[in-house]
């Protein structure tokens, strides 16, 4: 296997829990914002403390609690499907591109080994992960390695005319915001499954190496709307009719549910795609 070079992650110099020591109403408020909200707790805060909680009469609003209200559930957890190549046994062999120096990018367009690129509609797939034990605070530092079809529906190193290849599979590393990209293009809709790109989450960098180190596998649905509006532009080839004959609610991973896992999408066939998707773990 090929060494990689991580590059340090610039971490807090200390937990900032202890901070919040006699810091007065304010730092009081937003660590209950963070935070379940406990009676005797309320009641220390006294009168003044509990009208600020109920009304807001002092007009505080914590990014915490304004996180809180908007965070995102635990990722539903999915198979990695027949063509992972993450150092699993899958289709009849073990194939691990985790391994291949020069994995770690974020543009997942070219092979690594013969320099083909994967011909599609551009997209652009920004993740962002979330604590939901921590008022969906950001994880920071975290690795992301997410792999897809090709247009037509094929995968690399797996399906027959494109097994010496090793395009649309690569690994991010989370930034201190908890966020990463890819560049990387509209995948296809090949027979029986719905428009989708598998991903699994590693704890660091280092240790995106094999599926032993995952802690989350999951995959991203793309909505109809844009799917349509790509499948029906030339180099897709029986995307359309597939996508044409099925559901969300009838799909084999999305028919339990998949608010979580639908993605955000803007754009046009003409100027590319972005997707994003908010993904929550129990850490």
């Given at each position: 296997m090929t060494n990689r070079r991580v590059l340090p992650y610039p971490a807090d110099d200390h937990d900032h829990h202890d901070d919040f020591n006699d810091l007065g109403l304010?730092?009081?408020?937003?660590?209950?914002?963070?935070?379940?909200?406990?009676?005797r707790r309320i009641l220390a805060l006294g009168g003044a403390g509990i009208a600020t909680l109920i009304g807001g009469s002092l007009g505080l609003t914590s990014a915490a609690a304004r996180t809180t209200a908007t965070c995102?559930?635990?990722i539903p957890f999915e198979t990695a499907g027949p063509y992972p190549a993450d150092g699993s046994a899958a289709s009849g062999q073990t194939q691990n591109v985790l391994s291949r120096s020069g994995i770690v990018r974020s543009?997942?367009?070219?092979?690594?080994?013969?320099?083909?690129?994967?011909?599609?509609?551009?997209?652009?797939l920004k993740m962002t992960l979330v604590n939901v034990n921590s008022g969906c605070a950001p994880l920071a530092g975290y690795a992301v390695y997410a792999w897809h079809?090709?247009?037509n529906g094929e995968y690399?190193?797996?399906?027959?005319?494109?097994?010496?290849e090793d395009y649309l599979r690569g690994v991010q590393a989370?930034?201190?915001?908890?966020?990463?990209t890819f560049q990387t293009i509209y995948p296809g809709c090949y027979d029986?499954?719905?428009?989708?790109?598998?991903?699994?989450?590693?704890?660091?960098?280092?240790?995106?190496?094999?599926?032993?180190?995952?802690?989350?596998?999951?995959?991203?649905?793309?909505?109809?709307?844009?799917?349509r509006a790509v499948y029906a532009t030339p180099g897709h080839g029986p995307s359309l009719s597939n996508l044409g004959r099925l559901s969300l609610d009838r799909d084999m991973v999305f028919r339990d549910g998949y608010a979580a896992q639908m993605a955000s999408v803007t754009g046009t066939p003409a100027r590319g795609y972005i997707a994003s998707l908010t993904v929550g773990l129990a850490r």
């Open positions: 304010t730092a009081d408020l937003d660590m209950l914002a963070r935070a379940v909200v406990d009676r995102v559930p635990v543009d997942l367009r070219t092979s690594l080994g013969t320099k083909n690129q994967a011909q599609g509609v551009p997209l652009t079809c090709t247009a690399s190193m797996y399906s027959r005319n494109v097994v010496g989370t930034s201190k915001d908890g966020t990463l029986g499954r719905w428009p989708h790109i598998h991903f699994e989450v590693f704890p660091t960098l280092a240790s995106a190496t094999s599926a032993r180190n995952k802690i989350q596998t999951s995959q991203l649905a793309l909505p109809e709307s844009a799917s």
